[in-house]
């Protein structure tokens, strides 16, 4: 298959916003709310900033991939590095940032050229998988499902990028625990005061100290995330994917991210093993990481929207 897909690949579905505003509706309505990846590509990150682009980025070997949510049309717009490219950020700045994965690293692009503005080596050995990010306004930090830290990079008073990284060591109620995924995804709590990790391993969602590292277990009210993948927080509501299960968890937090109750739970016969979530008005888009499929250069890929709650 081509590398760039144009938008007649694109498949629209009918769907119904009757509570939206009706200028949003109706934009909402016109978008794709299915649209496919390359062939191979092996999807996991999404990142949508505030213009209806999305991006992801590639398990197999870490090229970038553009998509105008408004026609599905997508290209290929940085070649990556043969090493994955798992969660991204994009900020207001137009950078977007990309965790390693087993490559230990993290790399920040240009989301307009695709060219590479700094690239980070965070882990010194093998034992990494650089999983996913979030960008503050002071920041953007790294989880690694192996190793017990966040990676930090700090942007100056101007948002300049830095030299090198600093390393954040998590202790309290996080405990690295036998298996690969442990820290997974990562968003802010709503009031922009802690992080929220997920440990994907044991189900548990952890609020973060930026400035100590120490965690604690957030009180989901007996709800275990199992499977539990990327993080999105929007105001106080959190969505959890919990890839494997094929649903999105979907919370009302506390202001500070202390505790959290079970709102409702999003599937779709669509879902394939989504990984993360990012939001564009009233959509929610997901890539379907197909993890149960055999990763061979010929499996289809797509990533699909349904409404927000």
């Known amino acids: 298959m081509s590398r760039t897909l ?10 119904s916003l009757v509570t939206a505003a009706p200028a949003a509706a109706a934009e909402a309505h016109a978008f794709p709310t299915e649209f496919p990846l390359p062939d191979g590509f092996m999807p996991e990150g999404i990142a949508i900033g505030s213009a209806p682009t999305a991006y992801f980025g590639s398990r197999a070997d870490g090229d970038l991939f553009r998509v105008d949510l408004r026609t599905g049309a997508g290209e290929v717009f940085s070649q990556g590095p043969g ?3 798992v969660g991204l950020k994009v900020d207001w700045r137009k950078r977007l940032f990309v965790s ?21 080596e965070f882990a010194g050995d093998t034992n990494t998988f650089v999983n996913d990010v979030v960008v503050t306004d002071d920041a953007a930090y790294f ?10 990079v700090g942007f100056d008073r101007y948002g300049r990028l830095p030299e090198s990284h600093t390393t954040i060591p998590l202790s309290g109620d996080f405990v690295l625990t036998p298996g690969v995924n442990n820290a997974n995804g990562i968003a802010e709590t709503p009031d922009g005061k802690a992080l929220l990790i997920v440990q994907s391993n044991i189900g548990q969602l ?10 604690t277990v957030v009180d989901l009210q007996g709800e275990v995330l199992t499977n539990g993948d990327g993080l999105l927080v929007e105001g ?8 494997r299960l094929n649903t999105v968890a979907v919370f009302s937090l506390a202001k500070e991210g202390t505790s959290g109750k079970l709102v409702t739970k999003i599937t779709d016969t669509r879902f394939d093993v989504p990984t993360t979530v990012a939001s564009f008005g009233n959509r929610l888009y997901l890539p379907n990481a197909r993890f149960t499929t055999p990763p061979t250069p010929t499996p289809a890929y ?8």
């Open 6 to 15: 144009g938008a007649l690949a694109a498949v629209v579905l009918g769907v």
């Open 83 to 85: 090493t994955p490219s």
């Open 100 to 120: 390693g994965g087993s490559g230990g690293d993290g790399r920040v692009v240009d989301a307009r050229t695709g060219a590479i503005l700094k690239s980070y």
């Open 143 to 152: 989880t690694d499902s192996r190793k017990a830290v966040l990676y930090r």
């Open 206 to 215: 952890h609020r973060v100290d930026i400035g100590s590292g120490r965690t």
């Open 236 to 243: 106080r509501t959190l969505y959890v994917v919990q890839n």
């Open 302 to 309: 797509n990533a699909v929207s349904v409404p927000k709650p």
